[in-house]
């Protein structure tokens, strides 16, 4: 019989994240994220004492948050 291994699942096949794997793949700071979920900004899912969240969370923030582009911007020609 062949040994079979087990592969680590990569982040970006992970439907659920801890903060530290959620920040590692985000961009955003481990205790930032933390602070998004303790004051209801981001949404997550409690398994015991083990707060995850879903990669949705992170769009949806961004999505309620972001910059949007100026639309009386003019750019200089030839720059």
Do not use: F
Request: net charge positive; glycine share 6%.
């Amino acid at each position: 019989m062949t040994k079979q291994t087990k592969k680590p699942m990569s982040n970006s096949n992970t439907m659920l994240m801890t903060a530290k794997q959620m920040s590692a793949v985000s961009g955003i700071g481990e205790n930032t994220i933390r602070k998004l979920m303790e004051c209801g900004e981001l949404e997550y899912l409690q398994i015991g004492s083990h707060r995850l969240l879903c990669p949705d969370a992170i769009w949806d923030y961004y999505e309620r948050h972001k910059t949007p582009v100026a639309k009386s911007c003019v750019h200089a020609e030839g720059a």
